[in-house]
């Protein structure tokens, strides 16, 4: 089981980016999915989270720019990321509650952190 992550980059001030978080491997379901980030010299903090029913919940700082969505069937996460700020930049990583296929539990995974930056 893994969780890829990409759609990081540069962005001016003001722009959008959307982030993409696919989980693979033998998976009998996906719970929680969540981005976290981490900005360089402070620590990981939670950005947005989703059930698999889809209720949300966001960090103050990103409420009203971020959306946070999902489609189970394709096993993936995504964020929408608009009107970016500068203090936005970091790493983001996604994460998910993953119940493996033949396990009597579920473990959780994390994805590779993919870069935004922004800045004009």
């Known amino acids: 089981v893994q969780l890829q992550a990409s759609g990081g980059g540069l962005v001016q001030p003001g722009g959008s980016l959307r982030l993409s978080c696919v989980a693979s491997g033998s998976i009998f379901s996906v719970n929680d999915m969540r981005w976290y980030r981490q900005a360089p010299g402070k620590q990981r903090e939670l950005v947005a989270a989703?059930?698999?029913?889809?209720?949300?919940n966001y960090a103050d700082s990103v409420k009203g720019r971020f959306t946070i969505s999902r489609d189970n069937v394709k096993m993936t996460v995504y964020l929408q990321m608009n009107s970016l700020k500068p203090e936005d930049t970091a790493d983001y990583y996604c994460y998910a509650a993953i119940w493996p296929t033949g396990r009597a539990y579920v473990n959780d995974y994390w994805g590779q952190g993919t870069l935004v930056t922004v800045s004009s």
């Open positions: 989703i059930t698999r029913g889809g209720s949300t």
